[in-house]
Nanobody, 125 residues
Framework: QERLEEFGGGLAQAGGSLRLTCMTSSRTFPVMGWFRQGPGPEREFVAAITWPGGDTYFHDSVKGRSRISRENAKNVVFLEMNNLKPEDTDVYYC????????????????????WGQGTQVSVSP
């Protein structure tokens, strides 16, 4: 497991924007994802990006108003969320997959071996 660290959470008003940052160790992972705690026992998928292809994936709830990107030279991944909604309030986690398994697996938290500690995002109405 690698150590991941998230930055950028905080308070925002509905309709506003936030950018979350995830810093990894010196290693580049084939898949980097963002999850949020959600109401259930499993963390909820938000977005993911692959390397080297740069394919991106989004949950329907954030699609069209979010962008995920990475700077491989710096081992940094960003999640930009726009038009924030109160239902976006949650703890957001950065995660990394050790190996590429296939497109269908990027949505599943069980296939991510490394996680950050989480950063709180709170959106007021």
């Amino acid at each position: 497991q690698e150590r991941l660290e998230e930055f950028g959470g905080g308070l925002a008003q509905a309709g506003g924007s936030l950018r979350l940052t995830c810093m990894t160790s010196s290693r580049t992972f084939p898949v980097m994802g963002w999850f949020r705690q959600g109401p259930g026992p499993e963390r909820e998928f938000v977005a993911a990006i692959t390397w080297p292809g740069g394919d991106t994936y989004f949950h329907d709830s954030v699609k069209g108003r979010s962008r995920i990107s990475r700077e491989n030279a710096k081992n940094v991944v960003f999640l930009e969320m726009n038009n924030l909604k109160p239902e976006d309030t949650d703890v957001y986690y950065c995660a990394a997959q050790e190996n590429w398994r296939g497109h269908e697996y990027v949505y599943q938290s069980a296939y991510y071996a490394s996680w950050g500690q989480g950063t709180q995002v709170s959106v007021s109405p």
